[in-house]
């Protein structure tokens, strides 16, 4: 079966201290991966994509994610998080054979203290 | 650039009453579209999805339902709503075409059923 994992419910950080969210997926099929983030009360906003290539990827707000299909992981990473960082995460995977219907993790809850 | 809208924002409404959420999509053509639910506390589920004018598949049993009367509105509806149905409901949409496509999320909708 399908499903998404994402290990670590809560996370509090300090402000300037380096962060990683932990990712893992087990799918059949070649997955494609996703972060999103939700801020209190919005919609989801896409940070980065795996889809193929260089498994480091880079996205907006300088987070990057690394895919290692040897431990079906896809962490992300921050080097320094600012306060405007705490949100919930999400991981999404999906696959060539579902199109376009990701499976999302439960979230994890990112608080950065000062 | 694509831009997608869905409303109410939020809305308080009693067991028994119906229900209807409405999403349109902009700046595109043949999107798939998708209804999600985020319970609190909770990761996001698919609720149901589309991939044409009057195509709709459900991805779980429940008392929703939902439309697509045109290429780029899909609308959630209920003809008699539970407690269980409150939850933030997520309208989103892909490209037609490539699997793995990026899903694009409106703001959400709050429901509270009273």
């Known amino acids: 079966a399908q499903s998404v994992t994402q290990p670590d419910i809560h996370i509090t950080v300090s402000e300037g201290a380096s962060l990683e969210l932990r990712c893992n997926y087990s799918y059949g099929a070649t997955p494609y991966l996703f972060w999103y983030v939700q801020s209190p009360g919005q919609g989801l906003q896409l940070l980065l994509k795996y889809f193929s290539g260089d498994t480091l990827v880079q996205g907006i707000k300088g987070f990057e994610a690394e895919f290692k299909r040897s431990q079906s992981s896809f962490n992300l990473r921050k080097p320094s998080v600012h306060w405007s960082d705490a949100a919930e995460y999400f991981c999404?995977?999906?696959?060539?054979?579902?199109?376009?219907?990701?499976?999302f993790g439960a979230g994890t809850q990112v608080v950065v203290t000062p | 650039s694509q831009t997608i809208h869905q409303w109410p924002a939020t809305l308080v409404q009693p067991v028994g009453s119906p229900l209807s959420l409405e999403c349109t999509v902009e700046?595109?053509?043949?999107?798939?579209l998708y209804w999600y639910r985020q319970a609190a506390g909770r990761g996001l589920q698919l609720l149901f999805y589309s991939v044409g004018i009057g195509q709709i598949s459900s991805e779980v049993p429940q008392n929703l339902s939902a439309s697509r009367p045109q290429d780029r509105q899909f609308i959630l509806s209920s003809k008699k709503l539970l407690l269980s149905d409150s939850g933030f409901y997520l309208c989103a949409w892909s490209a037609r075409g490539l699997p793995g496509n990026t899903i694009y999320f409106g703001e959400g909708s709050w429901l509270t059923v009273v």
């Open positions: 700046g595109t053509s043949n999107p798939n």
């Open positions: 999404a995977v999906g696959s060539t054979d579902s199109w376009g219907k990701l499976q």
